[in-house]
Each structure stands twice: as C-alpha cells, then as structure tokens.
C-alpha cells in the first residue's frame, strides 16, 4: 500500500476504535511511538517495537472507565507523511472525565508505518 491508502486504512480502522487491529495491519515490527516530551506524571511514554506499541495501548486502554465520544479527522497527506487530528472525549479512571485533543503524525516506510507521534497541550 502506498501512504495514501495507509493513511485512509488507519482512519478507517481508528474511527471504530479497532486501534490494534490497525497496528497489526499497517505498522512495520520495528515502529517507534513518541509522546510529548515532558509528557506529565503517569503519561505512558515512549514506546519501540510493535509489542511495545501493543502494550502502551492496552495501558491506556486501561485508564479509561468511559468513552463518551472521539473523532478523527481526515488525514493530511505529504508524501511519506500524514497527519490527523483526533479527539477523545473520556472519562479515566481516578482522574475524572477529560477532552484530549492531538495532532497525530505518521511517517511511512516500505508500505508500513514505522513512525507515530503526538503532538498535545499539556496541563
């Protein structure tokens, strides 16, 4: 698959929440996932190698007590790269509810994603 088709693929996977599935079929084994530097107390972090991405998710996933509601837009396509903006309107266990909203960017190798970051106001 070329970006394009990788980027339309994960949209279409995120926006029913089968976010392992999308990692499954479209990240490369050896894929990083990068948070905000000076992410805060209990942010889940950095994350190298596909299990490593698998288990970052399942911990978040863990967090959650409630999804109220989430979007993703589109994705902004430029050559290998591509960018959406998500929201996740949820209520996380022990902290109360929450509306997070991020600007995630991807980069494409060899017809798999091997690049995830987020980009979020903290606080």
Not at 86 to 112: F, N, P, Q, W
Request: a negative charge; proline letters at 2%.
């Amino acid at each position: 698959m070329n970006t394009e088709q990788i980027a339309r693929r994960l949209v279409e996977l995120c926006r029913k929440g089968e976010y392992e599935q999308a990692q499954r079929e479209l990240y490369a084994q050896d894929a990083v996932s990068i948070e905000m530097p000076g992410a805060p107390a209990g942010a889940l972090g950095d994350a190298k190698g596909l299990d490593a991405i698998f288990e970052k998710g399942r911990k978040f996933h863990d967090m959650l007590e409630a999804v109220h509601g989430s979007t993703v837009s589109d994705p902004v396509i430029a050559g290998n790269w591509f960018a959406v903006a998500a929201t996740l309107d949820a209520t996380m266990k022990g902290r109360g509810r929450t509306s997070m909203r991020e600007i995630c960017l991807y980069h494409v190798r060899d017809g798999k994603i091997d690049r995830e970051q987020f980009f979020y106001d903290m606080g």
